[in-house]
């Protein structure tokens, strides 16, 4: 079998081996695109709205989904841990769920303490490709989610024995799962692969492998 790549779904870092990784970089809605040589996403985070400007950031997330390098919408979604009002947070949320529905692009996820409404806004909206990133929660939580098919993403947490996601791991099939490195410095994408391997027991290369196919079964238009 030929040699896959390794698939970042999640960085907000200039990825670093082109070689051997697919990386999705993370872009706010209101900047521009920082090459021509990278896949990215944008999207307008839950974090961000305080800071104003939304319908221009929205207008400018509608222009930047149209070009090619854009692989994904978000990250975007809710969190129940800043005082931003829900209830802008869900239509700003639904927006993006809307925009990525148009371009027929997968939706990067952002979720705090707010399941629930996750689970309520894909009822509204079964279709296309959801990834929650940086998922940690209970086996419970992630077969819930994945019956409504939404894919998991899972990143550094998978080293802190603590974290649930390093026990939860093994009840995801790997058909759903995702790996990312996020914002953090200390694990590469390849030693993130190797530890959800030694975690599901299986052989990185067979991981990597699914992961792939994974990634090619929704990014349509994978270029690097
Ligand atoms: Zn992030």
Redesign the pocket.
């Known amino acids: 079998m030929g040699q896959q790549r390794f698939i970042n779904i999640?960085?907000?870092h200039n990825p670093y081996d082109k070689q051997e990784v697919t990386a999705i970089r993370?872009v706010h809605a209101s900047d521009p695109l920082p090459d021509n040589n990278s896949l990215f996403s944008s999207g307008l985070?839950p974090w961000k709205i305080k800071e104003g400007h939304i319908v221009e950031k929205l207008d400018h997330l509608n222009i930047l989904a149209k070009q090619q390098q854009i692989a994904a919408i978000g990250?975007c979604g809710l969190d129940k841990a800043i005082d931003t009002p829900f209830e802008i947070q869900l239509q700003i949320f639904e927006k993006q769920i809307e925009l990525a529905k148009t371009y027929k692009l997968p939706l990067?996820i952002?979720c705090v303490r707010a399941y629930s409404e996750i689970l309520a806004m894909r009822k509204k909206h079964p279709e296309g490709c959801w990834i929650i990133?940086?998922f940690d929660g209970n086996e419970v939580l992630a077969k819930q989610l994945i019956s409504k098919a939404i894919h998991l993403s899972a990143g550094a947490a998978l080293f802190n024995p603590k974290n649930k996601i390093s026990h939860s791991i093994q009840h995801i099939p790997v058909s759903w799962l995702f790996f990312?490195t996020?914002?953090q410095h200390t694990y590469s994408i390849h030693e993130i692969y190797k530890q959800a391997s030694k975690l599901l027991g299986l052989n990185t290369e067979d991981l990597k492998a699914q992961i792939f196919r994974n990634f090619a079964a929704y990014f349509s238009n994978e270029k690097k």
């Open positions: 999640h960085t907000h993370n985070h990250e990067i952002h990133h940086g990312e996020d914002d």
